[in-house]
């Protein structure tokens, strides 16, 4: 990121109305660490109409928003992108229109920075797509999982697809290697799930009666030796939900590094697989303006499927 050498004062613009102010600022401030937006903003360095506000004030139109020149500290600067991954980025767009775009996000990149994470794809890409001035996710995906993600490009657009997401709109499908035959008559898991500290500071997802409701609804695609490749569609939007659900299951996904087993490791090794085995292979959504549904499909990477030819040797 360019650092800032004077103060800036950016009038609010029609497609910016109703942003929070660390959004707008996470997406001037390409490359900025969100803890250095909020520090700002604590601070009262970042003004509104030349008075204080809080990092969830919503903006009006017209508001003038006073930037204070940035220096960032080297341990603090989120890291230039890279060509190969500034390469990466623009080989993995699906399909894009006038204000959304669906991403095959790629396996072992975080969709944000931070923990640790001196650059997610997120940030990332607002360093790539200078054209833009509106970015956000929205939805997650894990950092182990590749496959479609959505992305808006303008104020607007993440409102409508935001509210599609709320109101089941938005349907997400998944392909995933778990351990063990699958029974082809279990084609729902239902398990309550809590999120909770598993002591290093890594967020965890458990069981319990006492969590929040969670439904995933699994098919058989293809049966192997010792595996099964099946559909997973997340009914509910739990963190981890997939993998802790099949884990309750008795079949762990293979590639699993927090809910798996060492049988589950023994057979991803045996097959090749050095990553989490989970894939949002496809993406159904309404199109923000016109309410059309848009379909797209990610493919399996070229890693993924020679796991699975792998797989079928083996039979």
Known sequence: MAEGREVQWVEVTEGQVGQRVDNFLMSRLKGAPRSLVYRIVRKGEVRVNKKRVKADTRLALGDLVRIPPLKLAPQEAVREVSDNLRNLLAGSVLLEGPDWMVLNKPSGLAVHGGSGVKIGLIEALRQVRE?????????????????????????????????????????????????????????????????????????????????????TRFGVRETFAGATLVEAEPITGRTHQIRVHAAHAGHVLLGDDKYGTREGARLGCELGLDRLFLHAASLTFPEPTSQRPVQIRAPLDDALETVLDKARRRQ
């Open 131 to 215: 054209d833009l001035d509106f970015l956000e996710l929205v939805h997650r995906l894990d950092r182990d999982t590749s496959g479609c993600l959505l992305l808006a490009k303008s104020r607007p657009a993440l409102l409508a697809l935001n509210q599609s997401l709320k109101q089941h709109k938005m349907n997400k499908q998944y392909l995933a290697l778990v351990a063990g035959r699958w029974p082809a008559r279990r084609d729902f898991v239902s398990a309550r799930l809590d999120r909770y500290d598993a002591g290093n500071g890594e967020r965890r997802v458990r069981v319990d009666p006492q969590g929040k409701v969670a439904r």
